[in-house]
């Protein structure tokens, strides 16, 4: 089991910045992979950004250039700067952690993300 805490969501105004962080804790086993996903009002969960244990990084066209995904391997944590946010990029965004060898596939509970205009 793996379990997965986040933080920092809340309301900003367009154009201004928040940290997620994602804590992960229990079985966690290298190679993984950790990232972040969002899912807004009516829409499904689409991928935000993930990030391998070894540092690569993979990112929406939506959110490049804006968002930058990082980790802290010794904390297992995982962080998600978001700049320039803009109204559309409102949603509750949800931290994974998935491990292909032992096809581990944890979500986190989701924290809420507001950009108001």
């Known amino acids: 089991q793996v379990q997965l805490v986040e933080s920092g969501g809340g309301l900003v105004q367009a154009g201004g910045s928040l940290r997620l962080s994602c804590a992960a804790s229990g079985s966690i086993f290298s190679p993984n992979t950790m990232g972040w996903y969002r899912r807004a009002p009516g829409k499904q969960r689409e991928l935000v950004a993930t990030?391998?244990?070894?540092?690569?990084?993979n990112y929406a066209d939506s959110v490049s250039g804006r968002f930058t995904i990082s980790r802290d391997n010794a904390e297992n944590t995982v962080y998600l700067q978001m700049n320039s946010l803009k109204p559309e990029d409102t949603a509750v965004y949800y931290c994974?952690?998935?491990?292909?060898?032992?096809?581990?596939?944890?979500w986190g509970q989701g924290t809420q993300v507001t950009v108001s205009s």
């Open positions: 990030i391998t244990s070894g540092g690569v990084t």
């Open positions: 994974n952690y998935f491990n292909a060898i032992y096809y581990h596939n944890y």
